[in-house]
């Protein structure tokens, strides 16, 4: 009999799955109970909070879950530094399901609609995007980059190179890769998947040292939303006007659909 209940909370967090995973979270719902049968890598890995999850596929579903037995997986977690922001477990309960606009933060509803319209791009809407003039905003996005830096790494060793192109970054004291969070990266590699659907390897080539990169038309489409990207930043790391004009071949080219 026990005397005393443990005032010991459960571990609470978030896991991510995307819809083309074949896994444990394929049509979980809340209450489900999501249990790992093979115990062995790789684990279910709980963030303990948004700001640390990770997105690499998209689209997919975001859970809050509990970890339901995480006394007896001491040995899966062994090891891991101290305050690591994730568990790794076994097995979940589906607490309920999470916008995934909340990943992004305080933008995250224009840029989670960013990556849909990215993911569903056509043949013309990327041919418009390439004729817009791209090459006039790099010093905006390198000026994002640097203040965001900035904001937690005043000593940043590397300030003398130019961050126009840049997708993610780890500066010091910093949980995320980019000012909106994986925002960047998630919009070229959805961008990357919808050229290959489009015209398949055409879109790409590949340079003397066997490096695949997307050619011109393709690579300056996807600047102007990786530059529509940047504007939502919620840092005040750029001006208004700034966001405006790196907001306007995006709204331009994809009126109807946002309209609509």
């Given at each position: 009999m026990k005397w005393f209940k443990s005032n010991k909370e459960k571990i609470k967090g978030y896991v991510y799955s995307?819809?083309?995973?074949?896994?444990?979270?394929?049509?979980a719902k809340i209450g489900d109970l999501i249990i790992?049968?093979?115990?062995?890598?790789?684990?279910?890995?709980?963030?303990?909070?948004?700001?640390?999850?990770?997105?690499t596929k998209w689209p997919g579903k975001l859970f809050h879950v509990e970890v339901i037995n995480e006394k007896n997986e001491k040995d899966i977690n062994k090891g891991l530094v101290k305050d690591v922001w994730y568990t790794r477990t076994f097995g979940v309960k589906i607490l309920d399901e999470i916008s995934l606009e909340s990943v992004f933060g305080e933008n995250g509803k224009a840029i989670k609609?960013?990556?849909?319209?990215?993911?569903?791009?056509?043949?013309e809407e990327v041919e418009l995007l390439a004729n817009y003039?791209?090459?006039?905003?790099?010093?905006?996005?390198?000026?994002?980059?640097?203040?965001?830096?900035?904001?937690?790494?005043?000593?940043?060793?590397?300030?003398?190179?130019?961050y126009s192109d840049t997708l993610k970054m780890s500066p010091k004291n910093q949980v995320h890769s980019s000012p909106i969070?994986?925002?960047?990266?998630?919009?070229?590699?959805?961008?990357?998947?919808?050229?290959?659907?489009?015209?398949?390897?055409?879109?790409?080539?590949?340079?003397?040292?066997?490096?695949?990169?997307l050619r011109p038309k393709w690579r300056a489409a996807v600047e102007t939303l990786l530059q529509?990207?940047?504007?939502?930043?919620?840092?005040?790391?750029?001006?208004?006007?700034?966001?405006?004009?790196l907001q306007r071949p995006m709204i331009e080219v994809f009126k109807t659909k946002q309209s609509g």
């Open positions: 995307g819809d083309d995973e074949d896994g444990l979270f394929v049509d790992k049968q093979n115990k062995k890598p790789p684990y279910i890995v709980v963030d303990h909070t948004l700001a640390t999850k990770i997105i609609n960013l990556i849909d319209l990215t993911r569903n791009i056509e043949i003039d791209t090459e006039s905003n790099r010093p905006v996005l390198d000026k994002a980059w640097r203040n965001w830096v900035r904001m937690t790494d005043k000593e940043y060793e590397f300030f003398d190179e130019d969070r994986e925002g960047l990266s998630i919009i070229s590699s959805q961008f990357d998947i919808r050229a290959r659907e489009l015209v398949g390897e055409s879109a790409f080539e590949i340079d003397d040292e066997g490096e695949i990169f529509a990207g940047m504007s939502y930043e919620s840092d005040n790391l750029i001006t208004n006007e700034e966001k405006e004009l």
